[in-house]
């Protein structure tokens, strides 16, 4: 089982949600390879936000070693499951996609808390600390939601 987190800059969102269900794949000793990406190449080769880094650092998660890079079409072919952070990912995501397999691949991630409700994890960039936080429940909650209804 190979799984992609996408979203817009592969700098906040998407980091984090791959240190998480990796962290949680490794302790658990699963056969899972995990990934992201962001919708745009803006800020490829960085490093997570520093924001982003100090808020999983606070829970004893380190994603200083990820580095952004660009979603590219071939990720079709790698990943089994694409999940989206928010719908204009999820769109972007869609618009590469070649055939309704592709297009099977790709979720919005907090729809594993929320089935059907299409609800955003927020866009932390702009905002204060405090949207870092929000956004590290909303991601512990579905990925642990992840590794019990679908990889165990
Ligand atoms: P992310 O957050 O999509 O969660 O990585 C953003 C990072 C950068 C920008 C927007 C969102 N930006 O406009 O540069």
Same mark, same amino acid.
């Given at each position: 089982m190979?799984i992609?987190m996408?979203?817009?800059? &592969? $700098?906040?969102?998407?980091?984090?949600a791959?240190?998480l269900l990796k962290s949680k794949v490794e302790s658990l000793g699963l056969n899972v390879?995990v !990934?992201? #990406? %962001?919708?745009?190449?803006?800020?490829?080769?960085?490093?997570?936000?520093?924001? *982003?880094?100090?808020? #999983?650092?606070?829970?004893?998660?380190? $994603?200083?070693?990820?580095?952004?890079?660009?979603?590219?079409? /071939?990720?079709?072919?790698?990943?089994?499951l $694409?999940y #989206? @952070?928010? /719908? /204009? &990912?999820? &769109?972007? $995501?869609?618009?590469?996609?070649? &055939? !309704?397999?592709?297009? /099977?691949?790709? @979720? *919005?991630i907090?729809?594993e808390i929320?089935?059907?409700?299409?609800?955003?994890?927020?866009?932390?960039?702009?905002?204060?600390?405090? %949207?870092?936080?929000?956004?590290?429940? *909303?991601l512990d909650e579905a990925t642990d939601i992840i590794i019990n209804t679908r990889l165990k």
């Amino acid at each position: 089982m190979k799984i992609l987190m996408v979203c817009l800059g &592969n $700098i906040c969102r998407s980091p984090l949600a791959d240190g998480l269900l990796k962290s949680k794949v490794e302790s658990l000793g699963l056969n899972v390879v995990v !990934d992201s #990406a %962001g919708t745009s190449g803006h800020h490829s080769g960085e490093s997570p936000d520093p924001r *982003m880094r100090a808020t #999983a650092k606070h829970h004893g998660l380190s $994603i200083d070693h990820l580095r952004a890079r660009q979603f590219v079409t /071939s990720d079709f072919d790698e990943f089994d499951l $694409i999940y #989206a @952070m928010d /719908s /204009s &990912n999820f &769109n972007n $995501i869609l618009k590469l996609a070649r &055939n !309704d397999e592709d297009r /099977s691949k790709v @979720m *919005m991630i907090l729809n594993e808390i929320t089935p059907g409700l299409n609800k955003a994890v927020p866009d932390p960039y702009y905002g204060g600390d405090q %949207g870092f936080e929000e956004v590290y429940k *909303m991601l512990d909650e579905a990925t642990d939601i992840i590794i019990n209804t679908r990889l165990k």
